[in-house]
Nanobody, 119 residues
Framework: VQLQASGGGLVQPGGSLRLSCAASGTDAFRIAAMGWYRQAPGKQREWVAVMVSGGATNYVDSVKDRFTISRDYAKNMVYLQMNSLKPEDTAVYYC?????????????YGQGTQVTVSS
């Protein structure tokens, strides 16, 4: 499984960015969910958003009403639209895929894309 994230960059507070993640090597199993994590300097990795296979979504409280996760099932892509960005959103953002193989679930992560919110 390979997860290629892109779309990070430097943005001013209040600005927007759209992260994209392309998944490949997924033909042998069912994708239970895709989502995003982030890790700020000196902090542990934090879960940000998830979309399960049925389409339901969930977000960490700090990004609710600002971030929106979406998927393109045909292209095996997941996106994170980030609006009203704050300096505390600065982090490396990682794409996550949960694979369902028989009765077990396996987590995969991409290489990360840097998001910096600063004036």
């Amino acid at each position: 499984v390979q997860l290629q994230a892109s779309g990070g960059g430097l943005v001013q507070p209040g600005g927007s960015l759209r992260l994209s993640c392309a998944a490949s090597g997924t033909d042998a199993f069912r994708i239970a969910a895709m989502g995003w994590y982030r890790q700020a300097p000196g902090k542990q990795r934090e879960w940000v958003a998830v979309m399960v296979s049925g389409g339901a979504t969930n977000y960490v409280d700090s990004v609710k009403d600002r971030f929106t996760i979406s998927r393109d099932y045909a292209k095996n892509m997941v996106y994170l639209q980030m609006n009203s960005l704050k300096p505390e959103d600065t982090a490396v953002y990682y794409c996550n895929l949960v694979a369902k193989i028989r009765s077990n679930e396996y987590n995969y992560y991409g290489q990360g894309t840097q998001v910096t919110v600063s004036s």
